[in-house]
């Protein structure tokens, strides 16, 4: 069956890098390190002690390993990203904050006619732990009191299967009359299997937009057999280096799967590695011109018809689950609280009957790995 969206327009792009970014030390790179942001909570020093050289004001220069991969703006070493801080005993949330003045903007503001466009990206490496962070904006009036609605990313979890690498995060909006001060806070927490919380911050934006000269004549997302089929048209295309491919499951938190470079009137990408999971799918474009100046496409969307990728039944489950939907072989684990896999099987086929008899009552997760996905499922074992 083959379903079709189809999103013609033609709209005027904004420039969001040659636009100035409001963010002081947004790369975590300025000396004295921290410049610029306000620690809420950071947690127990004691986590901070090794290496003393590295951690220091919620800024780490990573070593590129597992629990410490390079920096999103270089990929290499020596790149700095801002961490999370660290629970031996508490679970956060912790918090790293730094508040904006946009008073010289109060005029557009109040007028309702000032955007402001904010980005950043999120890491959670570490498999085994839930460790997860999110993004806060918030509009403030002169009296620090909160005005509207504020922007609030989701968590960001690998445990929660959320998302391992770097995940973009963008929302753009109208300044609510009377906003004075924009706030961008970087939280963190863990549910257990502290102390440290491996999540990791960079590439933090907040530009007001500004005209570009180039227009997207059309943006087309079907789907077919499973895979689906992305398009797109362009008139006035100025020194565009690449288009970037983004995809996300809740319209809000996206990744990036593909990149074609620019220089042409029309593009196409077929997307043929899904996750599985039924429902809405939602892509935009990000464009890079050659002097690195970004701007995001409105967003398509598209209602997928695979069917999802694990399911598991019963839920709660006392002596056994089946797990179905898995379209390639792999290996499940089921993960108790303490983040130890207590329970693991091969599978081969698209269902198999996993028993847990022997596991006592308590909220578990089960996680299914096929070399190219992992997916996670929360199961109940009740009393």
Request: charged share 15%.
């Amino acid at each position: 069956m083959k379903r079709f969206i189809l999103l013609l327009f033609s709209i005027c792009y904004f420039n969001l890098a040659h636009a100035q970014n409001l963010v002081v030390n947004s790369y975590a790179e300025d000396l004295p390190r921290g410049t610029g942001w306000t620690i809420i909570s950071q947690g127990a020093s004691t986590c901070l002690l090794v290496p003393t050289s590295n951690f220091l004001n919620w800024t780490m220069i990573p070593d590129g390993s597992v629990n410490y991969p390079y920096d999103h703006t270089t990929g290499t070493a020596g790149g700095t990203v801002f961490y999370s801080g660290c629970s031996p005993f508490l679970q956060g949330p912790f918090e790293l904050r730094q508040d904006i003045n946009v008073s010289a903007d109060a005029i557009n503001i109040d007028a309702g006619t000032m955007p402001y466009v904010f980005s950043g990206y999120i890491q959670t490496p570490v498999s085994n732990q839930t460790d997860q962070g999110r993004f806060i904006v918030e509009f403030l009036d002169a009296t620090n009191s909160v005005l509207g609605s504020s922007y609030t990313s989701s968590w960001q979890s690998y445990f929660g299967g959320s998302g391992s690498g770097w995940v973009g995060y963008t929302d753009t909006r109208v300044a609510p009359a009377g906003t004075r001060t924009i706030r961008i806070r970087m939280q963190t927490q863990i549910l257990f299997n502290p102390p440290a919380i491996n999540v990791y911050f960079d590439d933090i934006t907040l530009v007001k937009p500004v005209a570009l000269p180039v227009k997207l004549t059309s943006f087309t997302a079907n789907e077919n057999g499973g895979s689906i089929y992305l398009n797109w048209k362009v008139n006035n295309e100025v020194n565009i280096q690449k288009y970037e491919i983004e995809q996300s499951y809740n319209g809000t938190d996206f990744s990036r799967i593909a990149a074609l470079a620019g220089g042409r009137q029309s593009y196409n990408y077929v997307d043929n590695n899904q996750t599985g999971n039924m429902g809405t799918l939602y892509y935009r474009l990000k464009i890079t011109d050659g002097h690195r100046a970004v701007t995001y496409s409105p967003i398509v969307h598209i209602a997928s018809t695979v069917s999802p990728l694990i399911v598991l039944s019963p839920n709660p489950a006392k002596n056994y689950f089946t797990i179905s939907g898995a379209k390639s072989a792999g290996t499940l684990d089921v993960i108790d609280a303490d983040g130890k896999i207590v329970e693991s099987a091969i599978l081969v086929t698209p269902t198999a009957k996993i028993n847990i008899s022997t596991l006592p009552s308590g909220i578990y997760f089960v996680r299914f790995t096929n070399g190219k996905t992992t997916v996670f499922r929360k199961l109940v074992v009740p009393n």
